[in-house]
């Protein structure tokens, strides 16, 4: 039977297992659902945001637990670990505030007499994939709004992720959910299809890599079942001018080195203008590999391991291959069990696979640029569009970069400013949908329009 198991990446030991849940318990869990959605969509909202906030406030409370268990499941720095349990709390406290403003009718002007609304009403169960990276985080801005909105949650977690799994279900349990409203099931891959092809359920969110987003895209299509897409992403830094080199650079790494570099949204590829290409370079590889690798429980650790070894392996592999193809290795490029080293790499042209590949991990790219038209052809030159960073001084220049960038966010002179209230999502092959803001709760809702004659 398979199991969903708990291996500290840092010193590659299985500190506990769980078995998937059978087809009898995955068909029960279903049932639940189903039929206390047909009671939940009834909640009043007000009551139904209560109990969100109560969520919210859970989350604080047990900070510290939950914290070390994500820690211990893939590695994440503690102190990084701390700050996505508080973000996943605001985000789900989010949506216990705009409870009204998510659910409420909104009026259209018609030319004929009488009215016309468009009314949000829920749709039923929905099926959440989530991925390890953020395992607090990405359950809080798929389940929370759809909650309040009156939908009823199933929840596959990652492999790696069964104990914060646990303690999310835990949490809404306490809170005071009805049983029904939120499940946690550990599914194989052909259990999962077989939940979207079940006619009770009425959507699927996933985040995660391409391929897993494919496979979930085609059966869902089959069934004919909304699907959300939140994927990967190659994210450009482009900076053209600064009045704070040293900042900037600090940014970059920022951006680069977030949750030790396997973030979606991270900054990727450093596309820089000749006249700042040399002094970026030489402070940028200095700031990477100063960075402290470590005991993910230390204090001052900035680099854990990576979540699994498997996936400092693969990042070896791809970034070995980029230097046989040519690449520049400036610094870095050095693996220690599931650790690895803060990497800088130069030289990459498009002939070569890491010119289009995601470097899910603390590998940064940096090219050199003539111009701004140069800039903005070299970050459209991926197949992902996920998240953008621009960083000049010249508003102007900002704001026409912005409007040429194929990406679904622009983030202009800033990093790491995300929001609960900023919408989060791409563009080509990095997704279809949004989360997080108001634009999440028009994912799985029925827009219902309702025309009264006067």
Known sequence: M????????????TLASYPTHTDD???????????????WRDVPVAERAALIRRVAELHRERRDELAAIIVREMGKPLAAAEGEVDFAADITEYYADHADKIT???????????????????????????????????????????????NTILLKHAGQCPESAIAIEKI??????????????????????????????????????????????????QHLKKVALELGGSDPFILLSTDDLDATVQAAVDARLDNTGQSCNAAKRFIVHEDLYDAFLEKFTAAMTAAK???PFGDDTVLGPLSSLTAAERLEEQVDRAVEQGATLVAGGSRDGAFYGSTVLTDVTADMDAYREEFFGPVGVVYKVADEDEAVAVANDTPFGLGSYVFTTDEEQAQRIADK?????????????????????GVKRSGTSREMGLLAADEFVNKKLIRVAA
């Open 293 to 295: 690798t470590g005991d």
């Open 104 to 150: 409420g009718d909104e009026p259209i002007e018609i030319e004929g007499e009488g009215t016309a609304v468009i009314r949000r009403s829920p749709l039923g169960v929905l099926l959440g994939i989530m991925p390890w990276n953020f395992p607090y985080y990405q359950v809080a801005r798929f389940a929370a709004p759809n909650i309040v909105l009156g």
């Open 172 to 221: 809404y349990r306490d809170a005071g959910l009805p049983e029904g409203v939120y499940i946690n099931l550990r599914l194989t891959n052909e259990q999962a299809a077989e939940v979207i092809a079940d006619p009770r359920v009425q959507g699927v969110s996933v985040t995660g890599s391409e391929r897993a987003g494919s496979a979930v895209a085609a059966v869902a299509g």
């Open 25 to 39: 318990e995955v068909q029960a869990a279903i049932t639940t659902a189903h039929d206390e959605y047909r009671t």
């Open 405 to 425: 960038i194929d990406a679904g966010m622009v983030y202009v002179n800033c990093v790491l400013a995300d929001e609960a209230g900023l919408p989060f999502g």
């Open 2 to 13: 398979t199991h969903y198991a708990v291996v500290n990446p840092a010193t590659g030991e």
